[in-house]
């Protein structure tokens, strides 16, 4: 590997580290090899993300951003040489890979999806989902898409892996849901489908900003959550078949991401879904316990 590549992981690297919070604890019990290569996936992901998340910029600027970042790194696919570290690195992971460069513009679009929510308010947030499955669509581009690069990394050779992928990251969106009703509502944004709220017999009205600052709320929002998180539990169940299909030096990396993610959903749980008070998050000692076992998977 050349020094100018092994810069432009060290960056990508860099960055995983500093954002990636839950994720980079699963890069960390890779080989080095499969390691860099998802962290210029995640590098080119932030990237997108901070182009979208942008505040003060105009929609339609964000999607002049993200288009023309998406076609440098489909140039770079094509062969043509770039000096941006984080390009340079995932052409590179691409290639040694096999990533298909569709999933890519998949991810770059699933960036894109809120950049499409009609304006509101935290006074009156808006129901982005009629229905469950209108929410497993938003998932499959935001998080779903992302199972399917990373198989790409750990290697498999059974296309069942594929599908498990998908539940993998679809049951790792509805927990971050679940935690985050409160920083989405802020913002306008209820990802709960209408057809679920209305079978507890909750509205928008209830997520309004300031009703979420009553904590009397938690009663009127616990029976929606537990019933996503219900749903998650059940997708989650994919990753232990996942786990067969994938190679074994990825294993324990798959172990560590489903457990730190199946772990943040029980704390939820064990608080009464009560995501108002404070954010659910594990401590940073939860999540070295998890990799120190994950370090023992592999070594195992």
């Known amino acids: 590997?050349?020094?100018?590549?092994?810069?432009?992981?060290?960056?990508?690297?860099?960055?995983?580290?500093?954002?990636?919070?839950?994720?980079?604890?699963?890069?960390?019990v890779l080989p080095s090899e499969k390691r860099n290569a998802l962290s210029a996936v995640y590098a080119f992901m932030r990237h997108a993300d901070d182009i979208s998340d942008e505040p003060g910029v105009d929609p339609r600027l964000k999607r002049q951003k993200l288009t023309e970042w998406l076609d440098a790194a489909k140039a770079v696919f094509s062969g043509k040489a770039t000096d941006d570290p984080v390009l340079m690195a995932l052409g590179d992971a691409q290639t040694k890979f096999k990533i298909p460069p569709e999933l890519f513009e998949k991810l770059v679009y699933g960036t894109g999806l809120d950049l499409?929510?009609?304006?509101?308010?935290?006074?009156?947030?808006?129901?982005l989902c009629e229905t469950f499955e209108d929410l497993k669509q938003y998932c499959y581009y935001v998080a779903s898409v992302v199972g399917l690069v990373c198989i790409r990394i750990?290697?498999?050779?059974?296309?069942?892996?594929?599908?498990?992928?998908?539940?993998?990251?679809?049951?790792?969106?509805?927990?971050?849901i679940i935690r985050d009703i409160k920083e989405d509502a802020s913002m306008g944004r209820i990802y709960i489908p209408a057809e679920d709220m209305a079978r507890s017999n909750l509205t928008a009205a209830n997520f309004a900003s300031s009703v979420l600052q009553n904590p009397a709320q938690v009663q009127q929002l616990r029976p929606a959550l537990e019933y996503e998180a219900e749903r998650a539990r059940k997708y989650y169940e994919s990753a232990k078949w996942l786990m067969e299909l994938i190679d074994e030096d990825s294993r324990a990396a798959l172990w560590v991401l489903v457990e730190i993610y199946?772990?943040?959903?029980?704390?939820?749980?064990?608080?009464?879904?009560?995501v108002l008070t404070e954010r659910v998050r594990l401590t940073l000692w939860e999540k070295l316990k998890v990799l120190s076992r994950g370090f023992l998977l592999r070594i195992a």
């Open 262 to 274: 199946s772990r943040l959903l029980q704390k939820i749980a064990d608080r009464n879904y009560d």
């Open 116 to 127: 499409d929510i009609p304006p509101a308010s935290a006074e009156s947030p808006a129901i």
């Open 1 to 28: 590997m050349s020094d100018q590549l092994s810069h432009a992981y060290a960056v990508c690297r860099g960055i995983s580290r500093r954002a990636a919070k839950n994720f980079y604890y699963g890069f960390m």
């Open 154 to 176: 750990f290697g498999y050779q059974d296309t069942k892996a594929e599908f498990l992928a998908e539940d993998c990251g679809l049951a790792f969106q509805l927990t971050n």
